[in-house]
């Protein structure tokens, strides 16, 4: 396929798994493809919706650090030559739960398929957020809400490929079926009269889109090296929520997950540019201190995602500033 004329000069995206041993081939195929990033879309469930499941229960949690090999293109799973761009990164695709489903439902509901509920995966990595289903709730639907704009925030700012299911970006629901390839109704059908929450989490994903296209750190097209400047790389400095420099113990306990990542490109073709992310994956709010960093003078915050719209009020913060983050949140700064 590389090597033909035509289907060469495509973009090459593999979906890398199939039935039987051996099936599972995340990571393995050559460069020049893209690949569907299987353990990405895990990650980011779990930490963003598993975990937040756990903590409300009291039961063990993940540490921070599978979300940041996966914010910052998943080198771990694709050989060096490759870069990030090797990485197709995805939170839903088209047969399991949309987003919005995720947010909502705790089981899959597939007896409308005709298979007595035994269709479709059973590992979804969801959380109802203590409803199952449809609610009233309005402090539920805004947690539901804030964790959308957390799992479209994480792929629109994640090194690598994003790919966004269509509907995902004004919340689609699919009334919690994941397998719904025999539906041909209203269950599967877009429906394009969107009520007010809806508009907001597109003005959202609109947001998020425009911040990747304007700060080439987001986009790495090479993974760089340790003590190396490496052209369309992006320089990594990760800081806890003290503003200190991220310690073994920082990425190594489960009770800290609270991340702050400073990116910064190094450019071939763009204007340098660098980004801080700040991820707080608690149930309840904190505060952190921003990192003095050499040649940072100053943060204009961009976004934050307990807001249900993106805000237009300039923000702006020096290194050492106390911000206070909201309970399960992102905050992204533009470093100047």
Request: aromatic fraction near 8%; charge should be negative.
């Amino acid at each position: 396929m590389l090597d033909d004329p035509v289907i060469g000069a495509s973009k090459l995206i593999a979906e890398p798994w199939d039935v039987g041993w051996g099936g599972w081939q995340t990571g393995n195929f050559p460069a020049g493809f893209s690949e569907w990033n299987d353990g990405y879309r895990d990650r980011i469930r779990d930490f963003w919706l598993g975990d937040l499941r756990r903590q409300r229960r009291r039961e063990q949690v993940s540490g921070i650090g599978p979300l940041a090999t996966s914010v910052a293109g998943s080198a771990q799973t694709f050989a060096a030559d490759r870069g990030p761009l090797a990485s197709l990164n995805f939170v839903t695709a088209h047969d399991g739960f949309t987003l919005a489903d995720l947010t909502a439902y705790d089981v899959k509901h597939n007896l409308g398929n005709g298979e007595d509920n035994r269709d479709g995966s059973n590992d979804n990595r969801s959380f109802n957020h203590g409803v199952e289903g449809p609610t009233d709730d309005e402090a539920v639907l805004a947690d539901r809400r804030r964790s959308m704009r957390n799992l479209l925030g994480t792929l629109l700012l994640s090194a690598g490929v994003p790919m966004l299911t269509a509907g995902d970006e004004w919340g689609r629901s699919q009334r919690g079926n994941n397998n719904a390839y025999c539906q041909d109704g209203e269950l599967t059908w877009f429906d394009w009269e969107r009520e007010p929450w809806e508009d907001d989490l597109l003005r959202v994903a609109r947001h998020l889109i425009r911040l990747r296209r304007e700060n080439p750190a987001l986009r790495p097209v090479r993974y760089g090296r340790p003590g190396e400047t490496t052209p369309s790389a992006t320089q990594m400095d990760w800081y806890n929520v003290h503003g200190e420099p991220m310690s073994a113990h920082d990425w190594e306990d489960p009770k800290r997950r609270t991340l702050q990542y400073l990116a910064a490109s190094t450019p071939e073709t763009e204007p340098f540019n660098r980004v801080l992310l700040v991820l707080h994956g608690r149930d309840r709010g904190t505060r952190v201190t921003l990192p003095a960093h050499e040649g940072v003078e100053g943060y204009t915050r961009l976004w934050d995602s307990s807001r249900d719209t993106p805000s237009r009020q300039v923000s702006e913060r020096r290194p050492g500033d106390p911000v206070r983050v909201r309970p399960a949140s992102i905050q992204v700064f533009r470093a100047h």
